[in-house]
């Protein structure tokens, strides 16, 4: 994710102006400012272990989606690029997630992760 919000740095998308084309930065329009904002904050929830954290992949890959197919914007770089590493993250985390379910931890019980985050272990 952390790739994601560098690529809000890259041109977002071309518009048609007086002189010609122009190029936006992806942090220059709300939308991309709203995509760094989530994938800090999502590869901050990775670090910590909170499992639900593909929420914020997915959400900062529907953002950058909407963009692409918005008929009034050419894509740039950036934005294929925060859209293809948001999906391949929402994919790894949600494999991850069921994967990490499942195993057990060294006592044999399930690790304390859940889907009440990091701070709302349960320990029985």
Known sequence: MVVAAAAMFLPWHTTASASGTESVQGIAVNDG??????????AGLVQVGWR??????????AVTIR?????????AAG?????A???VAVVLLI????TGVSAPGDD????????SGPLGRRRR
Not at 53 to 59: C, K, L, N, R, Y
Not at 67 to 75: A, F, Q, S
Not at 79 to 83: C, E, P
């Open 33 to 42: 400012q709203l995509v760094l904002v989530v994938s800090l904050v999502t």
């Open 52 to 61: 639900p954290a593909w929420i914020g992949s997915g959400f900062a890959g």
């Open 67 to 75: 963009r692409i197919l918005d008929g009034g914007t050419d894509p």
């Open 79 to 83: 934005l294929w690029i925060a859209a």
């Open 85 to 87: 590493v948001s999906l």
């Open 95 to 98: 494999w991850e997630m069921f």
């Open 108 to 115: 044999g019980k399930p690790l304390g992760h859940g889907l």
